[in-house]
């Protein structure tokens, strides 16, 4: 099955700093989710964007719609210890229920 | 408070012998979906249904088998044909007519020895 491009894989940084990651396709969504998993854990929906070009924010998260929509970015601003997980891009296009999710960015939050 | 549960947390089974996991919904939402997630992977469509008594294969259904009676189940047969079943399983629900957000639940990981 298709699999949506993530980057970068993983990444270290120190806390306090502002962490940046994308998501491409090959094709066009329609909408397009951002999903924090902890270890051992589903999930968590952070933010849903549902236009191309919109920007979306949830505290210190800022995602935005691709114009070519098909691509999608998360910024985190500020980063804490507790930012560290695994963040999943997901991509649903018009007329389906099937989604489509990214490889995964891994965060490591160094204190 | 309106989520979706999964049970059990831990599962652990021999190899040749089929398995239930438990999936349940009180979102009211008309679509439900199973993945698997093996570490360090993303995650893998298995089953998803968009209504009651309908639903479809994903993209790794060999070995598994579903039903969706209840709007609020959709319980996931792991069975003797899947050749590798051990896994984190993970299910979530959307609304349906406005399919967009899409929910999990805390996953269930099975371990077949």
């Known amino acids: 099955g298709q699999q949506l491009n993530q980057s970068p894989q993983s990444m270290f940084i120190q806390e306090g700093e502002d962490v940046s990651m994308n998501c491409t396709s090959s094709s066009i969504f329609n909408t397009w989710l951002w999903y924090k998993q902890d270890p051992g854990e589903g999930p968590v929906l952070l933010i849903a964007l549902y236009k191309a070009g919109e920007l979306t924010s949830n505290g210190r998260l800022t995602a935005q719609f691709g114009i070519t929509r098909k691509d999608s970015f998360l910024n985190i601003s500020a980063s804490i210890p507790s930012d560290v997980g695994i963040y999943f891009c997901a991509g649903l296009s018009s007329g389906t229920y099937k989604y489509i999710f990214g490889t995964g960015t891994r965060l490591k939050v160094l204190a | 408070d309106g989520g979706i549960t999964q049970s059990p947390k831990y599962l652990f089974r021999k190899e040749g012998q089929n398995v239930t996991l438990s999936c349940e919904q009180n979102?009211?939402?008309?679509?439900m979906y199973w993945y698997r997630q093996d570490p360090g992977q993303g995650l893998r469509l298995i089953y998803y249904?968009?209504?009651?008594?309908?639903?479809q294969k994903g993209d790794i259904a060999e070995g598994y088998s579903v039903s969706r009676e209840k709007k609020e189940s959709f319980p996931l047969t792991v069975t003797s044909a899947q050749k590798n079943p051990t896994a984190f399983y993970l299910c979530?629900?959307?609304?349906?007519?406005?399919?967009?957000?899409?929910?999990f639940g805390p996953g269930t990981r099975l371990t077949v020895t």
């Open positions: 979530a629900s959307s609304i349906g007519y406005r399919a967009y957000e899409q929910y």
């Open positions: 249904s968009q209504i009651v008594n309908d639903f």
């Open positions: 979102l009211n939402h008309d679509a």
